[in-house]
């Protein structure tokens, strides 16, 4: 488990709807000082909140973000891109540029951050993903998030031995700049960045961060057309 009081946390795409939440929440738990990491990073109010440039696609900046950012405890893997196109109208360079940020990305950035964790205690790493890591109705996105949800179950593991615990976060629709063309029902992003934290303290290895993640994590388990109702096979 690991405590947000007199942490240092790192957050990328700490512009966006939830990284904004997760500074915001991270300064309310008494971390010591937040890296609010983006590719085009914006001024803070807040002394505790340091402007970082970080882009997740550039191994270089990634290095460079490493080198500044010593002390850290926490790593919140939070940029992503979403893409609702099909496979079949999909170009394979916009396939490979949503799995550049969305996964290797992630990956990139904890390969950077592990020894700095276990150089300063183990750590953390959260890495946000989706329900649509067990649903494939996001075609490339999902595909994206299933990886990201297998290296985060690995890097678990390998991460286990340097006392780095390592958090998969899961949700649905947050109510975001990301998904303001989404009719569905959408959280709050309070809603989900508490979640994800409580779970953090708790040590909890996955969170599941709102009801469509619990639903949908759970039908795992039953026939696939319980989440894809359209493949049972038609009666005569």
């Known amino acids: 488990m690991t405590d947000l009081d007199h942490a240092v946390v790192l957050i990328t795409d700490a ?15 008494g971390a010591a000082k937040v890296y609010a990491a983006a590719r ?9 909140v340091v402007p970082l440039p970080l882009d997740v696609t550039n191994p270089q900046s990634i290095t ?44 990139e950035v904890t390969r950077a951050f592990a020894p700095i964790l276990a150089a300063n205690g183990g750590g953390a790493v959260i890495n946000i993903a989706s329900v649509l890591s067990w649903l494939a109705r996001g075609a490339a996105y999902s595909a994206s998030k299933a990886a990201l949800w297998s290296i985060t179950d690995a890097l678990r593991l390998e991460l286990k031995g340097q ?24 959280s709050d992003p309070a809603d989900i960045v508490a979640a994800i934290y409580a779970g953090l303290a708790a040590g909890e290895p996955e969170v599941l961060a709102d009801h ?14 319980n989440l894809y109702p359209e ?5 005569v």
């Open 212 to 225: 469509t993640s619990r639903s949908i994590r759970a039908a795992l388990s039953g026939p696939l057309t």
């Open 231 to 235: 493949l049972t096979p038609a009666t």
């Open 15 to 29: 512009n966006g709807g939830l990284g904004r939440e997760f500074v915001r929440q991270a300064l309310a738990g």
């Open 64 to 107: 460079s973000a490493a080198k500044v950012a010593g002390d850290v405890t926490v790593v919140i893997n939070n940029a992503g891109i979403a893409h609702r196109g099909s496979y079949l109208e999909t170009t394979l360079a916009d396939v490979r540029a949503i799995f550049e940020t969305n996964t290797f990305g992630p990956l």
């Open 163 to 186: 006392g780095t615990q390592v958090v998969g976060a899961y949700l649905g629709y947050a109510d975001t700049p990301m998904t303001t063309d989404v009719t569905a029902p959408k």
């Open 40 to 48: 085009r990073p914006q001024t803070w109010d807040d002394a505790r």
